[in-house]
């Protein structure tokens, strides 16, 4: 047996106590993404002291819309769920925290330590949500599931309306939140402080989605993806499996709204449309479904086509109804027309467009040398 075990490699050798395989795999991979996200978070406080307070408020804003696309990314790229309710899954974590902060306000409760408890709350009860829609949505396929993340999409802003002495019908609710500590000066600029809140609950999120994608939680959402017959013969609960990644792209997704209400210390049922839903699921699609880095440039573009679309309505000489109807319709037409282009050009995403350049460059690089 010991010279057995002598011949097995590291990885597969069973251990001394009670002969199991040692994998040695998941804590290296824990350790190196640890130290991506510890790397990206000392670049980005490095950052938000060299950009203006506007760049500061559009990076958190971007960490934001984050939350939401790499959620969506592992739904619908990782497991092959196709979700047009996210933007309610967002609005339901936005009325949340808001819920959470004005009742710590009433009742005298202040400091800094509430705010992640109310970004706690908002992620449970979308988790909640979440698993609701999730066991409906995993007995349907196709159009039918897309038809239920749609009624969730529109019903859930028009709650609001109906229950306005709760939630403030379309005025929507103020979200009250701690200025800066002290500790940080009394000058200290709250654009900074709100990018700092933004990017260490993302960077959080993406840590835990990036561990979930190589766990073997990850290795069955895809083999439901590519063949769910294949996957049930080889024992996995189908069902659940897809239950299981509509819950975690609902928490990280209630954590994106929660976030984007901080940061405009408001929400209101207009700020989580149909249309949000419709941006969230097309960014995903054009930054490369089933990779974290895609959702990144969705999450992007999302925070770039507002400026993009008045840019261009500038470039006119129009009158202010024909403006404003221009600007309500454009982010649509550009988006519809940005994804028709990726998918011709890059039908992998902007990421994978990424991906297959650097890979040509490296196998270039070598014969350059020699």
């Known amino acids: 047996m010991s010279a057995t075990r002598a011949a097995l490699p590291p990885r597969h050798r069973p251990s001394e106590a009670g002969d199991r395989p040692v994998d040695r795999r998941r804590g290296s991979t824990l350790l190196r993404h640890l130290a991506v996200v510890l790397a990206v978070g000392l670049v980005l406080v490095a950052v938000s002291y060299a950009i203006e307070p506007f760049r500061n408020f559009q990076l958190a804003t971007v960490a934001a819309y984050l939350c939401a696309t790499a959620g969506l990314t592992v739904l619908t790229g990782l497991n092959g769920q196709l979700s ?78 109906t229950f306005d002495g709760v939630l403030n019908g379309e005025q929507g609710l103020s979200v009250p939140v701690e200025p800066p500590p002290m500790a940080l000066g009394a000058y200290f600029p709250y654009e900074r402080w709100q990018l700092w809140i933004s990017g260490a609950a993302t960077l959080l999120a993406l840590l835990l989605l ?77 930054g490369g479904l089933g990779r974290l880095a895609g959702a990144l440039w969705g999450a992007v573009l999302l925070v770039a086509l507002p400026d993009l679309t008045h840019s261009v309505t500038e470039l006119f000489t129009l009158s202010p109804a024909v403006a404003q109807r221009l600007e309500g319709n454009l982010p649509l037409a550009i988006f519809g027309v940005t994804l ?15 991906s297959r350049l650097g890979r040509a460059l490296l196998a270039r690089w070598p014969a350059r040398r020699s």
Do not use: K
Request: glycine share 12%.
């Open 340 to 354: 028709i282009v990726v998918m011709i050009v890059a039908p992998g995403g902007v990421q994978g467009l990424l």
């Open 84 to 161: 047009l309710g996210h933007g309610a899954l967002m609005a339901t974590g936005a009325y949340t925290v808001a819920l959470c902060q004005t009742a710590f306000l009433d009742r005298g409760l202040t400091g800094g330590w509430l705010l992640p408890i109310s970004l706690g709350v908002a992620v449970l009860s979308t988790v909640a949500v979440g698993a609701v829609v999730g066991v409906a949505a995993a007995r349907l396929r196709g159009p039918y599931l897309a038809g239920v993340t749609l009624a969730v999409a529109v019903v859930v802003p028009a709650l609001a309306v």
């Open 210 to 286: 990036a561990n979930l994608i190589r766990s073997r939680y990850g290795r069955t959402f895809r083999a439901v993806r590519d063949d769910e017959v294949a996957a049930r013969l080889a024992g996995i609960h189908v069902a659940r499996t897809q239950v299981l990644a509509f819950v975690v792209s609902a928490a990280t997704a209630g954590l994106g709204g929660a976030l984007l209400a901080v940061l405009a210390q408001s929400v209101s049922p207009g700020a989580f449309s149909l249309t949000l839903s419709l941006f969230l699921l097309m960014a995903v699609v054009i």
